[in-house]
């Protein structure tokens, strides 16, 4: 049974920053692609990044640059680290995980929220 689980987040000024952490627990981590996703009230579930079984990195555009993915693996700790906080970021943000190459989605963890305000 694979389990993630969020923290980290929490209330903001516009051009703070934090760091979003997520436990992986269960049969995972070496050979899987993770990544976090976000929603924000009233909208659909988004992509923000992901690293892949090799070590490589996506990000979606309005975050390239600001947030950085990574992971710990002696820790089974996946990151997000989030610069330059903007009112857009605000959303759950979720941590995700999958067997295989990315894209691939087969667990979820709870969610934490993020606030930023302006």
């Known amino acids: 049974q694979v389990q993630l689980v969020e923290s980290g987040g929490g209330s903001v000024r516009a051009g703070g920053s934090l760091r979003l952490s997520c436990a992986v627990s269960g049969h995972i981590y070496s050979s899987y692609c993770m990544g976090w996703f976000r929603q924000a009230p009233g909208k659909e579930r988004m992509f923000v990044a992901r690293i892949d079984i090799d070590g490589s990195t996506s990000y979606t555009d309005s975050v390239n640059g600001r947030f950085t993915i990574s992971q710990d693996n002696a820790k089974r700790v996946l990151y997000l680290q989030m610069n330059s906080l903007k009112p857009d970021d605000t959303a759950m943000y979720y941590c995700?995980?999958?067997?295989?190459?990315?894209?691939?989605?087969?667990?979820w963890g709870q969610g934490t929220q993020v606030t930023v305000s302006s």
């Open positions: 995700t995980a999958g067997s295989g190459w990315c894209p691939s989605w087969g667990h």
